[in-house]
């Protein structure tokens, strides 16, 4: 069996993306750099399906939601922080180091949030300068109803600040369209390429906000200077960008448009996803998600509690790497990532080691064959 890197983010990477690594080194104030920042403009915005400008700069995505929240929250402001996961308390922390006053909501974890609920605070608290939330959880492989939730509040509320850190490139994010003001994320995860590159997007009225703060208290995470230099003559970046990964970057945009798009991906990551969730159930496993509309494209959360370690060593010995827990859900659960190109021959060979591995440690498990899982991923993939 061949190795698997299953974490969610970093992902493999494609050949295509391996060789646009290796290239040769170009200024960023050449006219060749400033050809290849308006290429991404034009792929990014299309993804997202937006107007205004997409940016980008040195970073993960923590620092995506940082830079964020550094432009458009300043000390003093009430954020209202709606978390189901470790990654929404990472956003919530972010914000109270900036200084904000942060009114924090919670749901355990595995669960999203309602409509009703993100309405109901929102009303509560109409003086609110901006609700923070996650699109798809990183930590439990839950996803927010980012749209539902947005068509419920008022267009004059609180900014809608968004961690789509490992949703974008996955499963469908309209920003524009879902009337999100604030978007992070970043190119390891959905968008299949090396670690390294923050991205950023603004609604208008965001933009609108950053420039009445008129002084980042950050230089080199400065959205207006970020927009100053993608809008020279020749589009470019205020400080030094890591180049090789903005060229690993447009050749995975390149070649999922060669693969038929990304509506075309959306689908194919939705079918292998429910298909990966039918398999470990048919084992006997518990999902993390009970809720099969609320799991993520992107990660699935299998329940193996008091050995989830010992099975995601057992893996790896085995040849495929997965992630394990986080806080409360440290040795409770695996989490499987599922952003590349993973179809019949990754689900099999995953199953079978997750129940070879599960039967040496004594966890309950049912027989899988390779028939029953090819009927299953063809007939949710056809």
């Known amino acids: 069996m061949r190795r ?3 974490t969610p983010g970093p992902v493999e990477l494609s050949k295509k993306v391996k060789e646009a690594t290796k290239g040769q080194m170009i200024s960023h104030r050449s006219r060749e750099f400033s050809s290849l920042m308006s290429g991404l403009q034009l792929k990014l915005r299309k993804l997202l399906n937006v107007q205004e400008p997409v940016l980008l700069f040195p970073g993960s995505g923590t620092s995506a939601l940082e830079a964020l929240l550094v432009n458009l929250i300043s000390r003093g402001d009430k954020v209202l922080s709606f978390s189901c996961g470790h990654f929404g308390e990472r956003f919530r922390e972010i914000a109270s180091r900036i200084g ?3 009114l924090s909501f919670d749901k355990p974890y ?9 309405v109901g605070a ?5 003086d609110a300068s901006a609700i923070l939330i996650t699109h798809n959880e990183t930590s439990t492989g839950a996803a927010n109803p980012i749209e539902e939730i947005i068509e419920g509040l008022p267009a004059d509320g609180p900014l809608v600040l968004v961690d789509a850190v490992s949703s974008i490139g996955a499963m469908p994010c309209y920003p524009e369209k879902w009337g999100v003001d604030g978007l992070a994320t970043c190119s390891q995860k959905g968008l299949m390429a090396p670690p390294g590159i923050g991205i ?3 609604s208008r009225r965001a933009w609108e906000k950053v420039r009445q ?20 003559e020749l589009p470019q970046t ?5 180049v090789s990964l903005f060229f690993a970057l447009d050749a995975s945009l390149e070649e999922v448009e060669e693969e038929g798009g990304f509506l075309r991906r959306f689908e194919e990551r939705k079918a292998y996803a429910q298909s990966l969730c039918k398999a470990v159930e048919d084992l006997g496993l518990e999902l993390l998600v009970k809720n099969k509309p609320s799991r993520s494209c992107g990660v699935t959360a299998i329940r193996i509690p008091g050995k989830a370690e010992s099975v995601r060593k057992g893996l790896l010995e085995k040849g495929i790497e997965v992630a394990g827990g ?7 659960i695996i989490r499987v990532g599922h952003y590349t190109r993973e179809g019949l021959s990754e689900l099999w060979d995953f199953i079978q080691a997750l129940e070879e591995t599960c039967k040496e440690l004594g966890v309950a498990v049912d027989k899988m064959s390779f028939g029953k899982i090819e009927e299953l991923y063809t007939g949710r993939c056809r």
């Open 4 to 6: 698997y890197l299953f």
């Open 100 to 102: 904000a006053v942060v």
């Open 238 to 242: 205020p400080v030094t960008p890591p």
């Open 200 to 202: 950023v997007w603004l």
């Open 326 to 332: 986080q806080g409360a859900l440290r040795n409770e």
């Open 122 to 126: 929102v009303n509560l608290y109409s």
């Open 110 to 118: 595995g669960e999203v949030f309602t409509k009703e609920e993100v």
């Open 213 to 232: 703060n008129k002084t980042c208290p950050s230089y080199s995470m400065d959205f207006l200077l970020m927009r100053k230099y993608l809008e020279k």
